[in-house]
């Protein structure tokens, strides 16, 4: 079956630096979607790319679809202390097909 | 409008017990999808049910059941609950006639099995 991975899968961070986390699908997704989860929250919808190639920003956040859709990886600048949580990407493998599978998630934590 | 409503939000059971937890969507929101999330593990697809009927199932046993109401709320039920059941099941509602395939996660039941 379709599977999700995502490195790292945690992420400690100095505030104001930059950091990466990647998600890879064993299968062709036909789109990629990007939640965050607070600590004590619930996963809040961050974005969905659809297109190959695609790159989407949310101020200090860089979202990228690959070519061959099967990864994507989101970038954060200048990280801050609310960027603290839980990334997970997620993906159905059509749009006929909705059962969404989430990676295991990249867990940040922020040193200020 | 309401966000995702889920009861309860904490349970205790023991070994052997059955339980139900509830979920009611966003309105006209006719989409319900099932989560169990476990720590490390990320979120596991239990299942998604549209119009009352489950259109896809994830890789779960039997003693996990669900079904959806003609109001879309949905229930799942966990029948002779094991210590591994202990998650926090999660129901996420969507709206299919949309663009997107955002899910709307409600904050989650919490289920310790002792």
């Known amino acids: 079956g379709q599977q999700v991975m995502q490195i790292p899968q945690y992420q400690h961070v100095q505030e104001g630096e930059d950091f990466t986390t990647y998600c890879n699908s064993s299968?062709?997704?036909?789109?990629i979607q990007w939640y965050k989860q607070r600590p004590g929250g619930h996963p809040v919808f961050l974005i969905q790319?659809?297109?190959?190639?695609e790159v989407k920003k949310q101020k200090r956040l860089t979202f990228q679809f690959g070519e061959a859709k099967k990864n994507s990886s989101l970038h954060i600048t200048a990280t801050q202390t609310t960027d603290v949580g839980t990334y997970f990407c997620a993906g159905p493998p059509s749009s006929n097909d909705y059962k969404l599978s989430f990676g295991a998630g990249t867990t940040v934590t922020v040193r200020a | 409008k309401a966000g995702v409503t889920q009861t309860p939000r904490y349970l205790i059971k023991t070994r052997g017990q059955q339980v139900t937890l509830s979920c009611s969507p966003i309105s006209g929101h006719r989409s319900v999808s099932w989560y169990q999330q476990t720590p490390g593990q990320g979120l596991q697809f239990l299942f998604e049910?549209?119009?009352?009927?489950?259109?896809n199932k994830g890789n779960f046993p039997g003693r996990f059941s669900g079904r959806q109401f003609s109001n879309s709320r949905s229930e799942m039920n966990v029948s002779t609950l094991e210590l591994g059941d202990s998650a926090l099941y999660l129901c996420?509602?969507?709206?299919?006639?949309?663009?997107?395939?955002?899910?709307?996660f409600g904050e989650g039941s919490r289920l310790t099995v002792l």
């Open positions: 790319l659809v297109k190959s190639g």
């Open positions: 996420a509602s969507r709206d299919r006639s949309s663009n997107t395939g955002e899910l709307f």
């Open positions: 299968t062709t997704l036909s789109n």
């Open positions: 049910y549209f119009s009352e009927t489950q259109r």
